[in-house]
């Protein structure tokens, strides 16, 4: 039976109590923030956080030179798990947010509460303070193009039919894992901004043309 070495970890609050002359309570915090001197700091036993793995290694008393074992994720720290699927959720709302503004199918007011959401997503990731005032949603746009998985299977048959040097291979050989990180990696590789800039360019001459159709001329 194998061994581990196992690396646990607790938090233990550090806080200090210091009174700071402002007009506003966020202006006082910004102080208290910006202030660098500990010198009254103080350890805050009752506080200390729950114990989680921080390392895992192969082997006994193997800490930082053994094999290193991936940590599983629930036994992470509670506030890293959150912050970890914050993320995925906050992409997942982007997605949302945006596909409906393409779509123009959301009520006008949640599509205002998600944008101003993923703003401050936005901002919580980037370190920054929430955004002033209230956000706008972002302007319609029209997607031009999909990348299918299922019609890019469809290729790979007829590329094997003609091209030699996939002749060894058959469609089933190529799996759906194998799509989805080709199209992944064609999606982001892909420069397609002189056909943007081109559909941009007709589409403005089309609403100037409407624009003075419309004024009589």
Do not use: N
């Not at 393409?102 to 949640?110: E, G, I, N």
Request: charged residues 25%.
């Amino acid at each position: 039976m194998p061994t581990y070495t196992i690396e646990t970890t607790y938090r233990m609050p550090v806080y200090r109590q210091r009174t700071y002359e402002a007009a506003t309570p966020a202006e006082a915090c910004r102080q208290a923030i910006d202030d660098d001197d500990w010198s009254s700091d103080k350890l805050d036993y009752e506080a200390a956080g729950e114990s989680y793995v921080t390392g895992i290694w192969l082997g006994a008393d193997a800490a930082y030179s053994g094999e290193a074992v991936p940590v599983p994720a629930h036994f992470d720290e509670a506030i890293q798990r959150k912050a970890a699927h914050f993320e995925v959720l906050f992409g997942l709302l982007k997605i949302v947010v945006a596909d409906q503004v393409a779509q123009r199918q959301t009520d006008a007011y949640w599509l205002a509460r998600a944008s101003a959401a993923v703003a401050k997503a936005d901002a919580i990731l980037a370190g920054a303070r929430d955004p002033d005032g209230p956000v706008v949603a972002p302007r319609p746009y029209h997607v031009l193009a999909r990348l299918q998985e299922d019609r890019v299977r469809d290729q790979i048959a007829a590329i094997i039919e003609t091209d030699p040097e996939f002749a060894s291979l058959t469609a089933d050989a190529v799996s759906d894992g194998d799509i989805h990180d080709a199209c992944l990696s064609v999606a982001t590789t892909i420069d397609l901004s002189e056909e943007i800039g081109a559909a941009e360019f007709r589409a403005a001459l089309a609403a100037l043309r409407a624009a003075k159709k419309a004024e009589g001329g």
